[in-house]
């Protein structure tokens, strides 16, 4: 099973018409997963699996990253989980 994964949003769309002039089929022969919950991934054909890397809640945790720099103490590392938002663009092993 391939798979590509686009990272940088202004390349989803050059990169889903490259695999449909090539004549493959989404997400039968090829699936495709992006890291931006645009509109161009929810309102594609197929819509895109996605994931919501939560940039609102980045920027916060930066913003709080920033302030804590002028205090001084300990830096402490901090996650902010992304969401997978499965859409027609994979498939489930097996299905």
């Known amino acids: ?18 695999i449909e002039e090539l004549g493959l089929l989404i997400p039968r022969e090829i699936q495709v997963v992006t890291s931006s919950d645009s509109a161009v991934s929810r309102n594609g054909a197929p819509p895109l699996t996605s994931f919501d890397l939560h940039p609102e809640r980045l920027g916060e945790e930066l913003v709080a990253m920033m302030v804590r720099r002028l205090d001084p103490g300990p830096d402490a590392n901090r996650t902010v989980p992304a969401t997978l938002l499965r859409r027609a663009s994979t498939r489930i092993p097996g299905h």
């Open 1 to 18: 099973m391939d798979a590509v994964y686009i990272l940088v949003e202004a390349l989803v769309q050059p990169t889903v018409q490259a």
